[in-house]
């Protein structure tokens, strides 16, 4: 079936430095993902919907100039977390749409800011 | 915005035992989808529901899509422990441009 990888799975970093994460489908053209954020024992919240050679549209309540979305390929999709603080820690999930509007999960990145 | 609600929050189950997670929208759904997340990761596709009353099987899993297209369920008959997880509904809507609304989720423990 269709995969789709995320790079880094785990990062820790210091508080106000900028992280990036990257999304890849590995065997299937994407030109829509989608950045969803999950806190413990939570759901998972759609961030954002990442548009190969657009920009990037942003979920109510989502800052777009923190979160940075650069959609480069129709295999690649990057998050940057600019300037992160304790609270962005969470685990990042990206997402890519297969066939019959299933949806195919990244393993997902654990970000832990100090 | 749109939410999706799930009922319950949590469920433990003796090994054996049936079990049954509700989602509900507010709104009609164009479809429904449902997942599984083990503990430590990312959700798992299960299935897509379309038809308004479709029941769809996999094994043990029966899945349902009410008759307005505004509620669906996961039943699972004689749990395992291999069961356990978190299992979420995801709801599309038309308009959606593929975009996909959680559910809350309900974590299932099995107990052996």
């Known amino acids: 079936g269709a995969v789709v990888s995320q790079h880094p799975s785990r990062v820790i970093c210091k508080s106000g430095t900028s992280v990036k994460i990257e999304c890849r489908s590995l065997?299937?053209?994407?030109?829509?993902m989608f950045w969803y954020r999950q806190f413990p024992k939570q759901s998972l919240m759609l961030m954002a919907t990442?548009?190969?050679?657009?920009?990037?549209?942003?979920e109510q309540g989502v800052e777009k100039d923190k979160f940075l979305i650069n959609h480069a390929s129709l295999t690649l999709s990057t998050l940057t977390v600019t300037s992160a603080h304790p609270e962005d820690s969470s685990f990042y999930i990206c997402?890519?749409?297969?066939?019959?509007?299933?949806?195919?999960f990244g393993p997902g990145t654990r970000l832990l800011v100090l | 915005g749109q939410q999706v609600m799930q009922i319950p929050q949590y469920q433990h189950v003796q090994e054996g035992e049936d079990f049954t997670t509700y989602c509900n929208s507010s709104t009609t759904l164009s479809n429904i989808q449902w997942y599984k997340q083990r503990p430590g990761g990312h959700p798992v596709f299960l299935i897509q529901?379309?038809?308004?009353?479709e029941v769809k099987k996999q094994k043990r899993l029966t899945f349902q899509f009410g008759e307005a297209k505004k509620n669906s369920s996961l039943h699972i008959t004689a749990t395992q422990t291999t069961d356990v997880g978190t299992y979420f509904c995801a709801a599309q809507y038309s308009g959606g441009y593929q975009k996909v609304t959680f559910g809350t989720g309900t974590k299932l423990q099995v107990i052996p």
């Open positions: 997402s890519a749409p297969g066939q019959k509007e299933t949806q195919y």
């Open positions: 065997d299937f053209q994407a030109t829509t």
């Open positions: 990442s548009n190969e050679g657009s920009k990037a549209t942003y």
């Open positions: 529901l379309v038809k308004s009353g």
